[in-house]
């Protein structure tokens, strides 16, 4: 297992790149399922997951071509010779769940194993399973699979989400492009990743508007062509470099990075009195001298807050002058980070779903422990601040969601290093 070491940076200056999007690359990869003809995404980031979400595929019977370190993947499901994902494959991660409603979509049947918690929250599947069903599915859960049939395809339904879950309603969409009839999203989730599923969907031949609001309308189509899609910029990785570049100080440019996706992070910023600017193919971000001032956030379903840049900004505001409270309030239990951080020295206390700030001057660098892709990330920050040497251990968690984090963060000046753990 690989572990981390950071010293204390200085202001980080330069240019980083920003990958493809993690949470729609994984979905839009299982939206391809959709198709027997040929589909290349590009920009695809080279990450855990994704190449996981590949291995799937490849269990399916699906031809995937995606040679080391390209950002091409080339997949063509012309023949599946299964419709199982099993325990091991959804398990290690959860977005293999989404392939349940493109094989149900496409050859009337799935079973897949029902996720499990994690360790951010009980995160049920209820809602992906009810839209199924109002879609016409016959759905029983046994043995911890779900077993789903629509032997006569599915068809179209009208269906208000009574929260407006990502998962559930990209899942929905991707079942409805192929489902006889109309559907009609309503209360959908807004979150950009949504759009560009449908973005790729319709490029495809799929017939959906309004995706990316919080209706989105399906017109049944009878089968999908081939394409060529590239994944949207992530906006949460451009988010994290945002916020360690907030900390150190300096100047850096996020090339790929789109910052009318990231209006609730630059308000959040502006107010703790960091530059935060769009500039041509990408956002600048900029903090010189001057402390930082406290910020109080409440974590929101697009476009409020992200809960998946809430430990980043947490890990920002120890170090802020003053106190700052953050709310988390899509996840129950997203604050892992927060008695790590408190290692490195940081002030956080915690009352249910509320973590109270109190900035301090410095982090001092110690050893501590990644548990998940988020709170991993928001030690690293830490650890670019903290005076001496910080080690972050169990950093797969990082590799699930960061394409090269320690070469980008190190060629702004960062002084990250990575070893095999002894232990
Ligand atoms: C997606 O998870 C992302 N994952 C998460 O990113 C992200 O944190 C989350 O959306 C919110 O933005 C992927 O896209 C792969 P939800 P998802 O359904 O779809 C409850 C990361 O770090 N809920 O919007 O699972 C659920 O328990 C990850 O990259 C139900 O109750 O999120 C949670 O409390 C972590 N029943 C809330 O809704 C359901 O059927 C939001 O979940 C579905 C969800």
């Avoid at 390209?70 to 063509?76: A, K, N, P, Q, V």
């Avoid at 929260?163 to 969409?173: K, Q, W």
């Avoid at 600048?284 to 109080?296: A, H, M």
Wanted: glycine fraction near 10%.
């Amino acid at each position: 297992m690989d572990k981390l070491t950071l010293k204390a940076s200085g202001p980080l200056s330069g240019k980083i790149p920003i990958a493809g999007a993690k949470n729609s690359a994984l979905k839009l990869m299982a939206a391809a399922i959709l198709t027997d003809q040929e589909v290349v995404l590009n920009n695809l980031p080279n990450l855990a997951d994704t190449r996981f979400m590949a291995r799937l595929l490849d269990s399916l019977g699906i031809e995937t071509y995606w040679p080391a370190s390209s950002s091409t993947l080339r997949m063509r499901s012309a023949e599946l010779t299964s419709t199982i994902a099993p325990y091991d494959l959804v398990r290690k991660m959860r977005a293999t769940f989404n392939v349940l409603g493109p094989l149900l979509a496409r050859v009337g049947h799935a079973t897949v194993s029902v996720p499990g918690g994690c360790a951010i929250g009980a995160r049920p599947v209820d809602l992906h399973l009810k839209a199924f069903e109002a879609m016409g599915a016959d759905i029983v859960i046994e043995e911890g699979y779900v077993k789903a049939a629509a032997l006569r395809g599915l068809h179209g339904a009208d269906i208000t989400f009574p929260f407006p879950s990502v998962g559930a309603t990209e899942h929905a969409m991707m079942g409805a492009v192929l489902a006889r009839g109309h559907t009609r999203l309503q209360n959908a989730a807004c979150e950009p990743e949504i759009a560009d599923i449908a973005n790729f969907l319709n490029s495809l031949g799929a017939k959906i508007t309004g995706a990316g609001t919080s209706c989105i309308e399906i017109e049944g189509v009878s089968s999908l062509g081939g394409g060529e899609y590239a994944t949207m910029g992530d906006r949460i990785e451009a988010g994290t470099f945002m916020i360690a570049v907030a900390a150190t100080g300096g100047d850096v440019t996020f090339a790929g990075a789109n910052l009318g996706h990231l209006d609730a992070l630059a308000a959040a910023l502006r107010d703790a009195g960091v530059k935060v600017e769009g500039v041509e193919g990408g956002v600048r971000v900029s903090r010189s001298g001057s402390g930082l001032k406290p910020v109080d956030i409440d974590t929101r379903p697009y476009p409020g807050f992200p809960t998946d840049l809430q430990a980043q900004f947490m890990a920002l505001m120890t170090i802020a002058d003053g106190v700052s409270t953050i709310r988390e309030n899509i996840f129950e239990n997203r604050f892992l980070h927060a008695p790590e951080l408190n290692r490195l020295g940081a002030n956080i206390s915690i009352r249910g779903s509320e973590a109270i700030v109190h900035g301090v001057g410095r982090l001092k660098g110690a050893p501590v422990m990644a548990t998940d892709l988020r709170a991993s990330v928001s030690l690293v920050i830490a650890g670019l601040v903290a005076e001496g040497q910080t080690t972050i251990n169990r950093v797969y968690h990082l590799d699930r969601g960061f394409e090269n984090l320690e070469a980008k963060l190190n060629a702004c000046g960062a002084q990250i290093e990575r070893s095999a753990d002894s232990d």
